[in-house]
């Protein structure tokens, strides 16, 4: 939020420099991120003095050109070489001297140098309104009046103003200081505890009173819970055109760009109070009537960015007899709005919702200064004195007369917060005691009423524009920033303790396992919790009902829960492949959320995606593309580092998946992994095969408890290894092949692996070859040639009469 220090002190007037000014309010709580320099005419007429032509003559070589000698108070005049068509004798122009930088409209700066044009030396440049910044005219060199002194800085003549703009970072909760007379409001509280006591200054409305009622408009508020408050006014017989200069400098010191004088005053006024108007083309009004009410599901709106809309059936509008005009507290529309033929308007000022104000803006993907400031909460006190300040400055600015009464549809007054404070706990909050009298002052400072005081505590009255000051803690938080926390001594002595925890605590397992998956090549990411409900159609297995949705959502794409690890990590997926990093490993500890009938659940998962190739691309190595086994694998490792070894596989059946598989240990699955599907791959526009792994990290975690680990001495006795080149069936897998092995030998067969695996023209077809590794030990003695010769005659035999297997 952009806060111009100029108009800050038209509230307050302090003459602190801006920095320290900015550090006080930062001590208060809004944060200044920076400090920008504002210049009403860029570069601030540097340099640009008021010269008067004595001679102009043409110029010998050029027929457009004109050759003056300018008088600008200096030893002597110098020559400029001019091809202005207007430039003559006589003349009192503004003049940039050597070394003046000058900026385009776009812009970009040029430093004005000596230099010859056509062979004619020229010492500076007579300016164009356009060229100065003052204005976009260019129809000839600038002409000022005759008795303007030579010599003059032209920054004292155009009364360039130049101001300095804080970036304040306002927390969500300080709806109050949305506006310069909030900030101004803050500034004053926090100048009093350094002993400096000025005057809040607000403007007046003394002044306002009805001209003629010949302009009603009737007000009908159906929607009373969504309006609360609804206020407006008619004003007749103005005149739309540009705003005047002060008005248009403080607009575009805040970034904000003029567009007429009756739009700019009510956005002066948004940024001066923090309440937000709208002015209405009376005359577009149907039957001089407004409707603040809900329209049918599916209505048409053509807003004023001429988009056009479908409303919601909760959507607040502002309606005339005949159609709706303005959704309410977000955007115009763009058939009610202030047109340059625009003579009598409806003023509104209002309090709407702030929940129904933010529901709607997030539907319709709307972020205005309105809605940001009416789904955070205004001022419902202010509603009035906002319309009527504005309709002073439009009769000021835009001449007219107020034709009608205030319509104020107020039926039911939102109170104040009624809040007990205790000493006691302000002291055990705070870590010391502040004096009575100073939190006394600290929250008259702040308007907070103090209705009674005892020697416990204080009975107070918060003003209903401090939504976020409704608990005691509140108070205190209020105190304790006026009062400084710096001001707060820090302790000498720090106490802690040391609890004994269990090495099964979960943080501790998820470091174990993600610094192996680091040293594995794997990077961890952290996605958002909040996720798009529409993911939910990507997976017959994921339930719309079971989404635990967000009461006040971000946006349409953040307003559930997430119920799955998949689509949050394939975003990160997308979002890398889309910046050209193709080969990626990724892991991420996070939870799903589920709604059920009886309650909510929360569920702990480790989510691994892996695509592209396995290493980087080297001279001396040929890269190899990722594979559901290099998955598999990794899984493997993971859950051996806990413990996990005796795991059960399982082919899966799920829509995600193009083919996978799970591993379970007992009753308790552990993992499902697999290939995603390309029709999943393609919702996210990623064309490259991606494999998922999802562990149920509970289950992970129970098991790791419980899993008990065994110690054996290492064999005094070495292993044999043999091996067979089996011809197979193509339907025949390793894992038949590693049971069929496992059941034959029991005792001595301690391992089987696969190192190769064959298919190709010179195999009969439908056939595979596999070969394979057999490791063969005994615990007790070294195994003799008969005793090896006797397991593999016995494996071969078996794979022969079961597989239909054969040795090459």
């Not at 600008?72 to 050597?98: D, H, M, S, Y």
């Not at 709407?352 to 104000?357: A, L, T």
């Amino acid at each position: 939020m952009k806060i111009s220090y100029n108009w800050l002190k038209q509230f307050i007037k302090t003459d602190w420099d801006a920095e320290k000014t900015g550090e006080l309010l930062t001590d208060l709580g809004l944060e200044i991120e920076g400090i920008d320099n504002y210049e009403s005419i860029k570069g601030g007429l540097k340099g640009i003095v008021i010269g008067e032509i004595l001679t102009c003559e043409q110029h010998p070589n050029a027929d457009r050109l004109k050759v003056t000698t300018v008088n600008i108070g200096a030893e002597a005049p110098i020559q400029i070489v001019c091809g202005a068509p207007n430039v003559a004798a006589g003349q009192k122009v503004p003049v940039a001297t050597i070394g003046t930088t000058l900026y385009t409209e776009e812009g970009e700066a040029w430093v004005i140098k000596k230099g010859k044009i056509r062979g004619e030396e020229s010492h500076g440049m007579i300016c164009a309104e356009d060229e100065l910044g003052i204005s976009k005219s260019h129809d000839g060199i600038m002409v000022l009046d005759a008795d303007i002194e030579v010599g003059t800085q032209a920054a004292d003549l155009f009364d360039v103003e130049n101001d300095q703009v804080f970036e304040i970072g306002l927390t969500p909760n300080r709806a109050d200081a949305m506006s310069h007379y909030g900030v101004a409001r803050d500034l004053k509280a926090g100048l009093l505890q350094k002993e400096v006591s000025l005057e809040l200054i607000t403007p007046s409305v003394s002044s306002y009173h009805v001209d003629a009622r010949a302009l009603k408009i009737d007000v009908d508020v159906k929607d009373k819970d969504k309006a609360p408050r609804y206020c407006g006014v008619t004003i007749s017989g103005l005149k739309v055109e540009a705003s005047p200069a002060w008005l248009q400098n403080r607009l575009k010191s805040i970034g904000l760009s003029p567009i007429n004088n009756l739009v700019d005053i009510t956005n002066y006024v948004l940024h001066e109070l923090g309440q937000p108007l709208h002015a209405f083309d009376a005359d577009k009004i149907a039957d001089h009537k407004i409707e603040v009410k809900t329209c049918e599901a599916g209505t048409k709106f053509t807003t004023l960015d001429g988009v056009e809309r479908e409303l919601h059936e909760d959507d607040l509008m502002i309606c005339d007899s005949e159609k709706p005009m303005c959704i309410a507290g977000v955007f115009g529309g763009i058939e009610s709005g202030v047109s340059e033929s625009t003579t009598r308007i409806f003023l509104e000022s209002a309090y709407f919702n702030p929940v129904s104000v933010r529901k709607t803006a997030k539907r319709h993907g709307l972020n205005t200064d309105s809605s940001f400031r009416f789904e955070r909460g205004i001022d419902p006190n202010l509603t009035e004195y906002a319309l009527k300040r504005a309709a002073l400055l439009i009769l000021d600015i835009a001449g007219g007369e107020i034709t009608s009464d205030i319509v104020d549809a107020y039926p039911k007054k939102i109170k104040d917060f009624e809040v007990r404070l205790s000493f006691d706990n302000a002291k055990k909050l705070i870590g010391e005691e502040i004096p009575k009298e100073t939190i006394k002052s600290i929250l008259a400072s702040l308007e907070i009423k103090v209705n009674n005081v005892t020697e416990t505590g204080l009975g107070l009255t918060v003003p209903a524009y401090r939504n976020d000051v409704q608990r005691e803690a509140d108070i205190i938080e209020e105190i304790l920033r006026v009062y400084g926390y710096n001001n707060i001594a820090t302790t000498t002595k720090l106490n802690a303790s040391i609890s004994n925890s269990s090495k099964f605590e979960d943080y501790k397992l998820q470091n174990i396992i993600g610094n192996q998956l680091v040293s594995q090549g794997f990077f961890e990411i952290m996605a958002n919790s909040l996720t798009s409900p529409k993911y939910v159609a990507l997976s017959e297995d994921l339930n719309e009902e079971h989404n635990v949705k967000m009461l006040n959502p971000l946006s349409n794409d953040l307003e559930v829960m997430r119920q799955s690890l998949l689509f949050s990590g394939l975003e990160a997926v997308a979002h890398n492949i889309n910046r050209k990093r193709d080969d990626l490993k990724l892991f991420e500890f996070g939870k799903t959320y589920h709604q059920y009938t009886e309650a909510r659940e929360e569920h702990k998962h480790l989510s691994l995606f892996v695509t592209g190739n396995k290493t980087e691309e080297r001279w001396n190595a040929a890269s190899s593309p990722s594979d559901f086994f290099y998955l598999k694998g990794t899984i493997e490792v993971v859950l051996e580092r806990l413990g996990l070894r005796k795991l059960k596989s399982a082919p899966i059946k799920s829509d995600v998946f193009s083919e996978g598989m799970s591993f379970s240990i007992g009753k308790k699955k552990m993992v499902d992994f697999g290939l995603v599907k390309k029709s999943v791959l393609k919702h996210f526009g990623i064309s490259q095969n991606v494999l998922f792994a999802d562990f149920n990290w509970d289950n992970v975690l129970d098991m790791a408890q419980h899993n008990k680990i065994k110690f054996n001495a290492i064999s005094k006795y070495p292993e044999v290894k043999r091996d067979f080149a089996l011809l197979l069936d193509n339907k025949v897998t390793f894992e038949e092949i590693d049971t069929i092995a496992k059941q034959t030998e029991k005792q001595l067969l301690k391992s089987v692996n696969l190192f190769d695996v064959y298919e190709g023209k010179k195999l009969p077809a439908g056939k595979k070859s596999y070969a394979v590794s057999f490791i063969l030990q005994d615990e007790n003695k070294t195994l003799n040639d008969k005793q090896i010769d006797k397991i593999m005659s016995k494996l071969q035999s078996n794979f022969e009469s079961k597989l239909g297997a054969e040795l090459r």
